[in-house]
């Protein structure tokens, strides 16, 4: 028995996020068709961030256990001969039995990508949100600073959520400009529901001047939804890559 | 009675090409259908550029007749609310009525997008060819500058083609490289079927040493098909721009 670590990237348009739901479209359910396919074996993966419905992935990472002799490096290729084009296998390799693609993880970066321009190009529309107003990004920066270190992130959690403890770590949020495009670099210990899509949706208000940057801070010290923005499309959004110590 | 020129983005991952075919989703097709939705009218558009099965725009051009007094400028957003989102009119404008958008280009910008990965990401798939071998980028350029200028392109004409005049006039290819990618960058007065496809396959072959940069000479001068590389893939291409005087 041997444990398989692998940095999967996908093209969320087609699935109904990561996690496996029965008669639907999803990355983890592929997945484990794939592996059934190829190992015929009672086995299914493990994975670190479960994306949404139309959210991407550059390395999103999973496990599974496995009695075959096929090299942990030869997978990535066998699974891709049976994977569709929109998801991919970026590199396979055997890692420890105990190691937790979620538990494990040390931080994760996410990039949110909003296009500036009249009309939406629609080569992007799959991967942006369109923004046809002006935005300011001196103003996202100075608010963005507000959302890093340790904080109570309730404000910054969908209403759909059941989780207790909504106290997170962010390490860095950048704004970047890359031509017509604004790109949100998020780089965090972990996430609540939404988070990184209501923290591209408030910075975008703080942008258009709806809200003002100092209001960010606001939203993190009153720890209530209402103060933050909304949540922002999900195609926007791409999990970047997950990085373990 | 006025004409209107539209400059027209498209995916062309849906569509069979520019030219109306009746039963396929072409892009000149469902600009009609807009247009006789919006107009009640019986007007077509012309267009510039014939583009194929799978090649995108960010700008390519076309005109139509109308009595209607709809404004030039407000063109386009008219038919985008009747457009699908992988087909977006991003100007609108009344132009002289005597305009040919084909005839009176000063010249047309087509990009060729390569992604250099070991496996290709998924949400590049679409816009883009996937080169998991390494290309020598400076060779590449070499080869490049044989073609600028008047020359007869026949060695890089699909042999589909029924003109009889294979001379065109390239004014620039700049091959360009943005991170993992390379962008093979082609500007001309004109172009004859497939030779931007045929110019990046020609490219890609030298780039991996299969052609030497010398032989894009020979295949120029000795103006014969299977002197060039091979037609690289359709999704690969984007026409950006059409300039006119």
Redesign the interface.
């Known amino acids: 028995m041997k444990r398989v670590k692998l940095t999967v990237?996908?093209?969320g348009t087609a699935y109904h996020g990561w996690q496996f739901q029965p008669g639907q479209p999803t990355i983890e359910g592929i997945l484990n068709w794939a592996l059934e396919d190829l190992l015929h074996e009672d086995t299914e993966v493990i994975g670190a961030s479960r994306t949404d419905t139309g959210v991407?992935a550059?390395g999103n990472v999973c496990v599974f256990d496995t009695e075959s002799r096929i090299p942990g490096e030869k997978f990535?290729a066998a699974l891709?001969t049976r994977l569709p084009?929109?998801?991919?296998?970026?590199?396979s390799e055997e890692c420890e039995p105990d190691f937790h693609p979620r538990y494990d993880a040390h931080d994760k970066i996410y990039e949110y990508r909003i296009t500036r321009a009249?009309?939406?190009?629609?080569?992007k529309?799959?991967?942006a949100t369109h923004i046809y107003y002006p935005l300011d990004v001196q103003k996202m920066r100075q608010a963005a600073a507000y959302l890093v270190g340790r904080h109570d992130f309730a404000a910054f959690c969908s209403a759909g959520s059941t989780v207790k403890d909504t106290v997170r770590t962010v390490l860095a949020v950048d704004v970047l400009e890359e031509n017509e495009d604004i790109v949100i670099r998020v780089k965090g210990e972990g996430f609540l529901y939404n988070m990184v899509r209501i923290i591209a949706g408030t910075l975008i208000n703080v942008g258009s001047g709806r809200m003002k940057p100092e209001a960010v801070k606001d939203a993190v010290l009153g720890a209530s939804r209402e103060l933050a923005g909304p949540t922002a499309p999900a195609q926007g959004l791409?999990l970047i890559e997950i990085n373990y110590d």
Chains 1, 2 share one sequence.
């Open positions: 990237a996908y093209d991407h550059l990535a891709n084009e929109d998801i991919r296998i970026m590199h009249k009309t939406m190009p629609p080569t529309r799959l991967y791409t």
